[in-house]
């Protein structure tokens, strides 16, 4: 497995699927100039591996993580790809979801420099991925895969929060705002982020 050795700026977004993340992370990302990785994204880019997307369309449908193996051997390419481009700050958008995939970016990837959880009620977050069903066309955009995904991060995600939290690592930010409202305080903290 390929390996970044580079030093850069990392900013981790830990947060519910369909709180808003997506739209937050592009915007941050063009404004800031900064990369956006979006693993669903880098997932959904597989779909030209029949062999590997089989894997991973199953996981994301059902609701469940995918090997770290794979998010990892996704993820490296592109991070040194966007070093080699002149980027040194980068967005990882909805990662990591679980105690193994923090195991693994640490080891292989580093530290982030922070950590940004998106509050934001289940019913809020299923409204919005179910409006998002509309145009999206992902498979993956309905209620029951919503609920799984929703009690594997409760389950899963939330003590990692938990861990940050205790630890000052981390930055809270109500997402049941509307949209203006939450990106204002988002870009606000990210900025301080940045300039660290």
């Known amino acids: 497995m390929e390996q970044t050795t580079s030093p850069f700026k990392n900013a981790k977004f830990i947060?519910?699927?369909g709180?808003?993340?997506g739209t937050i992370c592009t915007r941050l990302a063009t404004?800031?100039?900064v990369a956006h990785l979006s693993i669903g994204d880098l997932l959904r880019d597989q779909k030209a591996n029949p062999a590997r997307w089989s894997l991973i369309q199953s996981m994301v449908e059902g609701g469940t993580c995918v090997p770290i193996e794979i998010i990892m051997?996704?993820?490296i390419p592109e991070i040194n790809r966007q070093i080699?481009?002149?980027r040194t700050v980068f967005i990882i958008d909805n990662f990591p979801r679980n105690n193994e995939q923090v195991a693994a970016f640490e080891e292989q990837i580093g530290d982030p420099h922070a950590a940004f959880y998106f509050r934001c009620p289940d019913e809020t977050m299923l409204r919005r991925v179910l409006n998002r069903q509309k145009t999206s066309g992902r498979?993956?955009?309905n209620e029951v895969t919503f609920r799984k995904r929703l009690q594997t991060f409760y389950e899963e995600t939330m003590p990692i929060i938990n861990e940050l939290r205790y630890?000052?690592?981390i930055i809270e930010i109500d997402s049941d705002a509307d949209l203006e409202g939450c990106y204002d305080s988002v870009k606000n903290q990210?900025?301080?982020v940045i300039a660290r």
């Open 190 to 192: 990210f900025r301080q």
């Open 31 to 33: 404004e800031f100039n």
């Open 15 to 17: 947060w519910g699927s």
């Open 167 to 169: 630890k000052g690592r």
């Open 139 to 141: 498979v993956d955009d």
């Open 19 to 21: 709180a808003g993340k």
């Open 84 to 86: 080699h481009n002149g």
């Open 73 to 75: 051997d996704i993820m």
